[in-house]
Structure formats: C-alpha cells, structure tokens
C-alpha cells in the first residue's frame, strides 16, 4: 500500500466533514448536559465515518468492500439509467469556469462561513438558490426549494428554540 493517488472532491469533501465535526464536538462540550448529548453523538458519528473515507486506502478487504459501490448490490432500473446519460450529455457541452465537485466543495465552504455570518435561516436559501442555478435547474423549481429551505429552517427556530436566524454579524454566536 502506497499513497498515489490524487487528491480527489471526495478527500477534500471527506476532511471538510471531518474539520467540521470536530468543531461541532469541540463545541458541544460547553453545552449544558442536558443539551450536548445530540450533538456530540452527530458529530462522533461523521468523525468516524469521515476518518474512514480518508483512510479507505487503507482499511482491510471486508471494510473497503462495504464501502465500495457495487453494482450488484443496487439494481438500477434501465430508464434511470439512460435518464442520467441523457443528463450528463446535456451538461458536457457547458462552459463553467470550476468543475462541478470543485463547486460543490467551494459551496458547502461557502454555505458554513455564511451561516457563521448571518445565521443558518438567511444562508439555507442561497445556498440552495446558487447550487440549483449552477446545474441549470428549472427557476420555479429554486423557487420552490428556497422557499422550502427557508420554511425548514423557520421551523427548526420556532419549534426547538434555535437562534438560527442570528449569525455573528446579527448578535448571535
């Protein structure tokens, strides 16, 4: 076993999980006992899962073979197949500036140093506006999902008490 391979969307994507679980855990130590259990179990969860996905290379056989895609396992109907052929063909001839994994990791950083600045409720629906503009879906359709993200956020707020409209800019944090 030696270390060859790139450096791939899915490393950074994985260490991105893994940075950010850790901060969660770090900071749920602060939390009352009453409050920290949830977050903590999360975040030892991603942790773990996130080490693993780095560390693939590296796992026994048994492990790296519950971890690989394996076409047996999942039956993909025939049309949904074709269905995302036909949708790859439409996106190969697009002339973006990033590759779209690249965009992925450069949104989800983007999303986290947002929601730090202005609060998870007003970040979701960007978020979601921007991602669903850059792979050229249907405007009523971000629409939709804005408003749907805003809506889960909303009620996250109102029904356990979360400060999630308050980033550090807005008297939160």
């Not at 179990?41 to 026994?60: D, E, G, N, Q, Y």
């Not at 394996?70 to 039956?75: A, D, Q, R």
Request: charged letters at 15%.
């Amino acid at each position: 076993m030696h270390v060859d391979e790139k450096i791939t969307a899915d490393y950074v994507i994985a260490a991105v999980f893994f940075i950010v679980a850790a901060y969660a855990y770090w900071e749920a130590r602060s939390f009352s006992s009453n409050t920290d259990l949830w977050p903590k179990i999360l975040s030892a969860i991603i942790i773990v899962l996130s080490l693993l996905l780095l560390m693939r290379k590296f796992l026994p056989s048994i492990l790296k073979d519950l971890m690989s895609e394996s076409g047996e396992v999942i039956k993909i109907d025939e049309d949904l197949t074709q269905s995302d052929n036909e949708d790859m063909q439409k996106h190969v001839g697009v002339n973006r500036p990033l590759d779209d994994a690249v965009f992925t990791v450069l949104s989800i950083i983007g999303y986290i140093i947002l929601s730090y600045l202005f609060g998870m409720l007003w970040a979701s629906p960007a978020f979601v506006l921007v991602y669903m503009l850059w792979f050229n879906i249907r405007l009523i359709l971000v629409t939709i999902m804005s408003i749907i993200s805003f809506l889960i956020g909303y009620g996250f707020m109102k029904l356990l008490f979360l400060p999630l409209d308050q980033g550090i800019l807005f008297g939160g944090i």
